[in-house]
């Protein structure tokens, strides 16, 4: 399958996350005639090389720490 074969080349690239909503975000921010700034603060809950899937208990924690995170970048940027 594709999978079993992209996930060794990814890894070999240093790739440790990988999803496909933010692709459309920086996209749309690209090609924007407004000046529009994109990021994105991922939490990881698998191990999808590895076959690992995510442990329940860390998914509150983990989502509190993405919107901490952003909206500090959203402070910084803002100053």
Known sequence: AKEETL????LACGVVNFEMETSLLFTLAT???RNIQAG???AVYA??????GFDPGILVEAEK???????????????
């Open 65 to 79: 720490r993405v919107i901490r995170t952003g909206l500090e970048a959203v402070r910084i940027l803002a100053d």
């Open 47 to 52: 191990e999808r090389h590895a076959r690992k």
């Open 40 to 42: 994105a603060v991922c």
């Open 7 to 10: 996930f060794p080349k990814l």
């Open 31 to 33: 090609i924007s005639t």
